[in-house]
Nanobody, 116 residues
Framework: QVQLVESGGGLVQAGGSLRLSCAASRSIFSINAMGWYRQAPGKQRELVAT???????HYVDSVKGRFTISRDNAKNMVYLQMNSLKPEDTAVYFCNAILTPWDDYWGQGTQVTVSS
């Protein structure tokens, strides 16, 4: 199992940038995939970005070209660099770890608010 803690959220103007961090309680080297999800008020939680153990990255269409997911296995950290932020990016962002299809974990979330 693994515990995840997100940080780096805050208030930013449209067009600005933030970097979210996810600290894992154990090595993430062998974790199949790490990802970021977000949930806006009144909306379902949606996938934002994932990174596999092999470094393969995937993004939801709405953030392609603006967001970058990365990881530092030595520090047990996963990051989400968010550029050119839009008001519609406002949400609580959650870190996710998938160890197996039957074993996944979530952080408590960090709030990102983008003003217009």
């Amino acid at each position: 199992q693994v515990q995840l803690v997100e940080s780096g959220g805050g208030l930013v103007q449209a067009g600005g940038s933030l970097r979210l961090s996810c600290a894992a309680s154990r090595s993430i080297f062998s974790i199949n995939a790490m990802g970021w999800y977000r949930q806006a008020p009144g909306k379902q939680r949606e996938l934002v970005a994932t990174i596999s153990s092999g470094g393969r990255k995937h993004y939801v269409d709405s953030v392609k070209g603006r967001f970058t997911i990365s990881r530092d296995n030595a520090k047990n950290m996963v990051y989400l660099q968010m550029n050119s932020l839009k008001p519609e990016d406002t949400a609580v962002y959650f870190c996710n770890a998938i160890l197996t299809p039957w074993d996944d974990y979530w952080g408590q979330g960090t709030q990102v608010t983008v003003s217009s």
